[in-house]
């Protein structure tokens, strides 16, 4: 099955959907987060007629013929919408590029890893250098925001990555999400080292990045199709503030979060500025 498009009103999808299926091409919808459906083809292989039908639906979404269609297909199917949603590998695949997938799956086998108790090994060869000779080691600059320490931190930082990370590499391509990984994790990683010291990991530095960078993109260059939900900004930016009260004891890389923040914001200033130069 292949990912056609995310649309928030399943009414008019399920029209495209009936329309679709008057030509012989059958389609699927499935529900997604914030009240959205997700168009799914079954069979790749009309994969490029469905993409144009799609964008002549998008461009006209209430022209007759989908209604016709509609009242076609009406006696082949119940009156109400029905939701196939896909397997979840299909679902995780279709929210992140390559990009985005691999760093997910070389998080996960690390920890993996961690939880076979290499601990120790696992951390001395991916934390970041202390300075003391390993800092010619560049892996390092980046390789900590891989390390996880327990369960609910991997699935906390890995959700987010796949939905922001997505997202953008959905958007602007695996190079400009490597990008924003790559910049995010030494920045944060240095402001966290130098005022607490190695003793750290994870992706929520890359995370704070993402949100940034998309939050800021969206209010700078809004013609550019980056848009990210109120409640996450609003649920991030508390989740900031809460980290430095160290929230149930908990030890949160607070300067990891804000640096990423910083870095994911300064991105979106710099990338909003080339793009209005480059439109002038």
Not at 11 to 19: S, W
Not at 43 to 52: C, G, I, K, R, T
Request: proline residues 4%.
């Amino acid at each position: 099955m292949h990912r056609l498009a995310g649309l928030n009103n399943a009414r008019q999808a399920q029209a495209f959907i009936d329309y679709m299926a008057s030509r012989g091409i059958a389609l699927v919808l499935a529900p997604e987060p914030e009240g959205m459906v997700a168009i799914w083809l079954k069979d790749s292989e009309h994969l490029v007629e469905a993409q144009a039908e799609l964008n002549m639906f998008l461009a006209n979404p209430h022209d007759r013929k989908y209604q016709a269609a509609s009242w076609t297909v009406a006696e082949s199917r119940t009156a109400k919408f029905y939701y196939n949603s896909p397997g979840l590998l299909a679902l995780v695949k279709s929210g992140a590029g390559p990009f985005g997938l691999m760093v997910m799956v070389v998080t996960i086998v690390i920890y993996g890893l961690w939880l076979f108790g290499l601990q120790q090994p696992v951390f001395e060869l991916l934390h970041f250098p202390v300075m003391n000779g390993d800092q010619w080691q560049v892996w390092r600059f980046f390789s900590h925001a891989l390390i996880h320490f327990s369960t609910l931190h991997i699935i906390f930082n890995c959700l987010w990555w796949w939905l922001l990370g997505g997202q953008l590499e959905r958007h602007s391509g695996s190079s400009k999400l490597a990008q924003v990984f790559l910049v995010s994790a030494l920045i944060s990683g240095f402001a966290q080292f130098w005022l607490h010291g190695p003793n750290f990991g994870g992706l929520s530095g890359v995370v704070y990045a993402l949100m940034g960078y998309i939050w800021w993109m969206g209010w700078l260059a809004p013609q550019r199709g980056l848009v990210l939900p109120n409640s996450y900004v609003v649920f991030m930016l508390v989740w900031l503030v809460l980290g430095f009260a160290q929230p149930f004891g908990m030890s949160v890389a607070n300067m990891a979060h804000l640096f990423g923040l910083f870095s994911g914001c300064g991105l979106a200033l710099v990338d909003a500025k080339l793009h209005k130069q480059a439109n002038n």
